[in-house]
């Protein structure tokens, strides 16, 4: 009769985080990974999807998320600004199970736009959001937090010019930032198609929501989910939507 081994917990590595599928060191960002980064890496709308573009990638999660949903044929270019999160971003993909299909570009995102002439099947950003002059730790987390480096103007406009016209263009941003960034965008042209409020437990208001833009006119469908429960535990809807990625769920 086999003695069954026991269970054996992977050890985890100090400098990032460590998901089923990959690793993401961070300690060299501004931004670490948190819950932001990973509710739009889970959620944003992956189906036909040909080209992904992720504006202020940071140390690459979400474009290595987004890697882990797509087929193999989907390429994915990751644009950051801040020179030190792209290059820890590079080593990310470089040690992912996706290395080709991540392109990681150092690059101011005006920039990038100008000279691209490709068009993206989807587009997503955890953008900055706070104004000018909100206290930061380090310059590096002003610049990465703060849309003096990129208001939400100019992402809209670059996203328009990139994005097919049957495509989107995700952010995941607090409530009240979110809801301003929906006015300005229709002011831009552009079509609200989905909308999730997300509230920390299931009896507290929205702090964060996930808005999905299209040029395309269509249904905006609108959803409410909570991380937690009023018992502290995950909500099914959480597990669902990020089991295939937290390591012990």
Request: with cysteine.
């Amino acid at each position: 009769m086999t003695q069954e081994k026991p269970h054996v917990r992977p050890v985890l590595k100090r400098n990032g985080f460590t998901f089923k599928q990959f690793f993401v060191a961070h300690d060299r960002c501004a931004m670490k990974v948190g819950t932001d980064g990973i509710l739009l890496g889970a959620w944003a709308p992956v189906a036909n999807a040909r080209r992904i573009l992720d504006i202020g990638s940071g140390s690459a999660l979400i474009a290595l998320m987004l890697a882990q949903r797509t087929p193999h044929a989907v390429h994915i270019d990751a644009v950051e600004l801040d020179g030190a999160a792209a290059g820890q971003a590079q080593e990310n993909v470089a040690q992912s199970p996706w290395p080709t299909r991540i392109a990681v570009h150092a690059q101011d995102i005006t920039v990038f736009t100008s000279a691209c002439d490709q068009r993206y099947s989807l587009i997503v950003s955890n953008p900055p959001y706070f104004p000018p002059g909100v206290a930061c730790r380090t310059p590096e987390r002003d610049s990465a937090r703060s849309t003096s480096t990129l208001d939400h103007l100019t992402l809209l406009r670059c996203a328009a010019q990139l994005v097919e016209e049957e495509g989107f263009f995700c952010v995941v941003l607090p409530e009240a930032v979110g809801q301003n960034m929906v006015e300005l965008a229709q002011k831009e042209g552009w079509h609200l198609r989905f909308r999730i409020d997300v509230a920390e437990y299931a009896h507290r208001p929205p702090h964060r929501v996930l808005l999905g833009f299209s040029p395309s006119a269509g249904e905006t469908l609108i959803e409410r989910m909570a991380i937690r429960n009023q018992d502290t535990h995950y909500s099914e809807a959480w597990c669902s939507l990020t089991r295939d990625f937290y390591l012990f769920m």
